[in-house]
């Protein structure tokens, strides 16, 4: 879907070139590149939209990275893998965070999410159940128990402006159990073949989802599915 390419080809492919060295033109030119040979998929709206947040990404991630510089975090690792398996689950965890620093003898981990809303509306509390999982791997990497420090660096692109947030996440024990009971739930959910709409999140429509008609197409609650697992007593 080209939508999601130009999602992952936005700030992460220019903050990542500039962070390695490489010149800003240079993935500026790769995000364009993705511009122009999808062009076709684009209403003439969708054309304009894209070709002007090519623009609008590459300055914001100017002033990110200056963030970054300015709050003396020592950039790590770029795109850091975690692979691990949580104890009782069948399935391993796999996870790319954007940017792994250290600060002031502290492990920084820190995400990026570009966003056309007003602050108000941003889904934090979503964010933070991801970062939760960066957390653990990055625990369980170090065999360490100390808290790594989460912030969502965040673009936000209004009509009238744009501009860069930070919001510092505080990862506490909550959300390392969170994240463990969100995987029990995926096994589960595996277990039964059963994959019932995830209506809480904003890509559950048909503008983002290639599932959503057949999705939608049964009853939310498929009551067959629980046949076998409720016994009376």
Request: charged share 25%; hydrophobic share 35%.
């Amino acid at each position: 879907m080209i939508r999601g390419h130009m999602q992952e080809a936005g700030p992460h492919s220019i903050i990542s070139g500039m962070i390695s060295g490489v010149s800003g033109s240079d993935p500026e030119s790769a995000i364009t590149q993705v511009y122009e040979n999808n062009l076709e998929w684009f209403s003439p709206e969708e054309a304009t939209h894209y070709k002007g947040l090519i623009k609008k990404m590459t300055d914001l991630s100017y002033r990110a990275v200056d963030d970054i510089d300015k709050s003396n975090i020592k950039p790590l690792k770029l795109q850091k893998k975690y692979q691990f398996k949580i104890a009782g689950i069948e399935y391993p965890f796999i996870g790319y965070s954007d940017l792994i620093g250290e600060r002031q003898g502290e492990t920084v981990i820190l995400d990026w999410k570009s966003k056309d809303k007003a602050p108000s509306q941003l889904n934090l509390g979503a964010w933070k159940q991801q970062l939760g999982a960066y957390a653990l791997g990055e625990m369980a990497e170090s065999n360490s128990s100390e808290l790594p420090v989460a912030i969502n660096q965040v673009f936000i692109i209004l009509k009238t402006k744009e501009r860069v947030e930070w919001h510092q996440q505080y990862i506490s024990a909550d959300e390392l159990s969170n994240v463990m009971l969100k995987a029990e739930k995926l096994q589960r959910y595996i277990e039964l073949d059963w994959w019932p709409c995830n209506i809480d999140s904003a890509l559950c429509t048909d503008r983002w989802c290639d599932f959503y008609s057949e999705c939608h197409a049964e009853t939310l609650i498929p009551a067959g599915k629980f046949t076998g697992m409720i016994n009376p007593i």
